[in-house]
C-alpha cells in the first residue's frame, strides 16, 4: 500500500505561483510513474504532468512551459511548480502514483486563482 498526501493549494491571483508537493509513504520502493491531475467542477478529471522513475516528464499542452513536474526521490515526494497560473487552472489538484497493487491516489488540494 501507498498513501499520498498533497500539500501546498491555495488561493492565488492570476500571474500568481504556486508549489505543490505530495508526500508518499507505505510501499515506495514499488513506486514508478507519478503524476498530477486536476478536476473542475463539472469537468472530468485529467492529466495535467507526469514524471517516470527515470525522471522522464510530459505535460498537458494547455501547461506546457508554465509547469514543471519534479520528484525527490530521497524524500519520496513529486512537487508541481506552477507559475503564470490563469483563472482556468483553478481546480482540485490530486496526486497520483502507479505502484503495487495500484493505482493510488490522494486526498486532493484546491487551487483557485482568482483577483
Known amino acids: 500500500q501507498v498513501q499520498l498526501v498533497e500539500s501546498g493549494g491555495g488561493l492565488v491571483q492570476p500571474g500568481g505561483s504556486l508549489r505543490l508537493a505530495c508526500a508518499a509513504s507505505g510501499s515506495i520502493f514499488t513506486i514508478g510513474r507519478m503524476a498530477w491531475y486536476h478536476q473542475a467542477p463539472g469537468k472530468q478529471r485529467e492529466l495535467v504532468a507526469a514524471?517516470?522513475?527515470?525522471?522522464?516528464?510530459n505535460y498537458k499542452d494547455s501547461v506546457k512551459g508554465r509547469f514543471t513536474i519534479s520528484r525527490d526521490n530521497a524524500k519520496n515526494t513529486v512537487y508541481l511548480q506552477m507559475n503564470s497560473l490563469k483563472p482556468e487552472d483553478t481546480a482540485v489538484y490530486y496526486c497520483?502514483?502507479?505502484?503495487?497493487?495500484?493505482?493510488?491516489w490522494g486526498q486532493g488540494t484546491q487551487v483557485t486563482v482568482s483577483s
Open positions: 497520483h502514483a502507479n505502484a503495487y497493487r495500484g493505482p493510488y
Open positions: 514524471i517516470s522513475s527515470g525522471g522522464t516528464t
